[in-house]
């Protein structure tokens, strides 16, 4: 015989909306012995209907027992078996491998984030130089500088000729004269680099240029080139800046500094050197040349 606590049953059983007739027949009892355990007044009952009555609660034994026979219930469990598990210590039991898989997942992307190679951040820039103009059919030189900070990188260099303008020589192959847009690739360039072509215009419309320069280290990164767009044409040799028909001292140090040991640029520095050199300079339209005019 064991005591049970009829308190707890009909609380079982009302919390699973069973009632005392269902009890009654799993047990094989009647609904009056059912009512007389709930109430207390029978609360010693067989082992084997006490058996019962937890398996019809879907609950263990214990459960359903007066403190004092929960103990004893406890003590008499047969060495190396575990006591009966329910309620939240089995939600997470069964919760436990989906536990160690989270925890596993972790650890993984801590140790992979830990020995993966950063991706070096890409700084690149581009700006192009021209002149500020250029005479109608006369070469002028364009400067596009790449600069990256980054390791060692390769990188696709674009201009977007204006309507009309010829490339006469470049720092790459020539390309048909036809397309209207130059492309060069540059092989594994660091730090800053000048790439420089010559060019003429038909005029008398001004020019305006647009181009990028476009890499790839892990992903794709392009910029568009800065710096001159403009270029207006005017009868006036491209080095005098102030177009006043003399080179300044200023003025051919800009050529030094800016356009005479860029590659792709075959400037006529003699040319420039010998109006420097003289009183002034003037555009020969029939001879189509530029004329040095002398001291007196």
């Known amino acids: 015989m064991v005591r049970i606590d009829g308190r707890l049953v009909r609380q079982l059983r009302e919390e699973k909306g069973l009632t005392q007739l269902y009890l009654a ?10 009512s007389r355990w709930e109430n207390r007044h029978y609360q010693s009952v067989k082992m084997e209907n006490a058996q019962k009555v937890a398996e019809a609660l879907d609950v263990e034994l214990a459960a359903i027992l007066e403190v004092k026979e929960r103990g004893e219930q ?14 939240n210590l089995q939600k997470f039991l069964a919760l436990w491998p989906a536990f160690l898989a989270l925890v596993f997942m ?9 020995f993966q190679e950063p991706v070096p951040e890409i700084i690149l820039t581009a700006t192009r130089k ?12 364009v400067v596009i500088t790449v600069e990256t900070r980054s390791t060692p990188l390769s990188v696709v ?25 130059w492309k060069w690739v540059i092989r594994h360039m660091s730090g800053q680099q000048h ?9 008398p419309e001004d020019l305006h240029f647009h181009g990028s320069v476009t890499t790839r280290e892990g992903r794709q990164k392009e910029v568009v080139i800065g710096g001159s767009q403009a270029l207006i044409m005017a009868p006036f040799h491209w080095a005098d800046s102030n177009r006043d028909g003399m080179i300044s001292d200023e003025e051919i140090l800009v050529v030094y500094d800016d ?14 050197e010998e109006m420097w050199m003289g009183s002034g300079y003037r555009w020969q339209s029939e001879k189509g040349v530029f004329e040095v005019t002398p001291w007196e």
Do not use: N, W
């Open 25 to 34: 027949t799993a047990v094989g009892v009647t609904t009056d012995t059912v």
């Open 259 to 272: 356009f005479a040991e860029v590659p792709g640029l075959s400037v006529d520095v003699e040319l420039v």
């Open 74 to 87: 406890s003590e008499k469990t047969e060495p190396g078996q575990p006591p009966p598990v329910r309620g």
């Open 195 to 203: 790439f420089g072509y010559m060019a003429t215009a038909p005029g």
């Open 157 to 181: 260099i674009r201009e977007a000729l204006p309507p009309g303008v010829r490339v006469t020589s470049s720092f790459a192959p020539p390309q048909p004269e036809a397309k209207s847009e």
């Open 130 to 141: 021209t002149p500020t103009h250029a005479l109608p059919g006369s070469p002028f030189p």
């Open 106 to 114: 972790i650890a993984a992307l801590v140790v992979y984030s830990r």
